[in-house]
């Protein structure tokens, strides 16, 4: 089986252990995988998954001017090309769209990748369809060989819909990972039955089931307060300057600790909040931690929590996967209504869900939640069941095995 290259936007990144575990997931199935990133990582950690992928991993210019003979020579090498003139025609098309450094960006890295594809592979799969499927549309039409994309939740929302219609129609096919999303790119495309719906879902056997029992805290002792944590990036779209709003709102009689795990531009901003609203003292800024650690931390919580909302630029959350490993340790989750999070929780059936930018019914269902451990424990409960009848990842890594034989003519 010929070589599948992968563009990434970055590698490996903390925070896309989703994609990590499809990786993982596609070499187990016999896939022989190379990666490209356009981006270094900037994360001090990395999860046990990424070890565990044997692929290689290759880095393109993150900008042009950082490895200027490599952009050249990649030029040099492909304007020669009989399908030079189709690029440079796409491109110039774009670029009277959008004129910006970032859209010759993608050209440069795009020759580059051109350049240097592996002679033994013959796919090119990008994730994300804002700028690594630029770089991918790019280069499949000098190289003449076929792309897909998987599309997420960002590139989905931010990107302007005459640059998603071109990709739509240029992929053989495009996967995304809510109805959200998979009902905007249907609604983009001429030819909907390429775009197919794909949850991310979890590696059951990485998050086995947690037979502990949690303790029956009902937030009434100041000595053994209701452990609240989040995992998730302090980026606007997470809500957490929401979720702090509605803490501050609880009942002061209210036992409770909340434990962020996460980096994130916002921390400072968050953390200064905390202090304006007089609950700093109750909060614990864990910064990035590992997966064993994040597992560890849902397995001594009592509630998980993601304000989820649409941020400013229209950025928003697709499915968080956060909230699909909290729930198969048995975490009870509130969240809100935002994209995806309604295709994993039903309110009061196996989660609590609230409208976004609402404080004050996000701080109405904490408190329901952390006087009642019953409630919890029956929503973690019917939570779990859902992920591992649902969400089991493997079902994923098949769908996109026939995808991919089907469009690369595997036999």
């Known amino acids: 089986m010929a070589k599948i290259v992968i563009l990434l936007k970055g590698y490996p990144r903390l925070s896309e252990t989703f ?9 187990r199935a016999g896939h022989d995988l190379v990666l490209m990133s356009m981006r270094h990582p900037t994360d001090k950690k990395r999860h046990p998954v ?20 490599r952009v050249v020579r990649s030029w040099w090498k492909m304007r020669r090309h009989r399908k030079y003139r189709v690029l440079r025609k796409a491109f110039l098309a774009d670029y009277r769209k959008d004129r910006s450094r970032n859209r010759v960006r993608r050209f440069g890295q795009a020759l580059v990748l051109a350049a240097e594809f592996p002679v033994d592979a013959n796919w090119l799969h990008a994730h994300f369809i804002h700028t690594p499927a630029s770089v991918a549309a ?13 599309a997420h939740a960002k590139d989905i929302w931010t990107s302007p819909d005459w640059d998603l219609r071109a990709k739509l129609a240029q992929a053989r096919f495009v996967v995304t990972c809510t109805k959200a999303g998979f009902d905007k790119l249907r609604s983009l495309s001429a030819d909907p039955s390429r775009i197919h719906l794909s949850y991310h879902g979890i590696d059951v056997t990485r998050f086995g089931p947690f037979t502990g029992d949690r303790p029956a805290r009902d937030g009434s002792s100041a000595l053994d307060p209701v452990i609240l944590m989040s995992v998730g990036r302090a980026v606007e779209k997470k809500g957490y300057a929401v979720l702090l709003d509605a803490l501050a709102l609880l009942p002061k009689k209210l036992a409770w600790h909340f434990i962020h795990i996460g980096g994130g531009e916002l921390l400072g901003k968050l953390a200064a909040q905390a202090e304006a609203l007089g609950i700093a003292e109750r909060i614990d800024w864990q910064g990035s931690r590992a997966q064993e ?32 490993e909290a729930s198969s340790q048995r975490l009870a989750c509130i969240s809100t209504t935002i994209s995806g999070v309604p295709e994993l929780l039903s309110d009061g059936v196996n989660g609590l869900l609230v409208a976004p930018d609402d404080p004050q019914s996000l701080s ?24 591992r009848e649902a969400f089991d990842h493997r079902a994923s890594i098949r769908q996109l095995t026939e995808l991919f034989r089907s469009a690369r003519g595997d036999k």
Do not use: M
Request: aromatic content about 8%.
């Open 50 to 69: 990424h070890d565990e992928i044997a692929a290689p991993v290759r880095y393109l210019p993150e900008y042009l001017h950082d490895e200027p003979w």
């Open 19 to 27: 994609i990590a575990q499809e990786l993982l997931g596609l070499e």
């Open 138 to 150: 790019y280069a499949s039409l000098i190289l003449d060989r076929g792309w897909s994309c998987s």
């Open 364 to 387: 109405s269902a904490l408190a329901t939640a952390i006087q009642s451990p019953e409630l919890r424990r029956r929503l973690g409960d019917a939570a779990e069941k859902r992920v």
């Open 293 to 324: 650690e994040v597992l560890a931390q849902y397995r001594t919580s009592d509630l998980f929590v993601l304000a989820c909302r649409i941020a400013s630029d229209g950025d928003r959350d697709g499915l968080p996967n956060v909230l699909v």
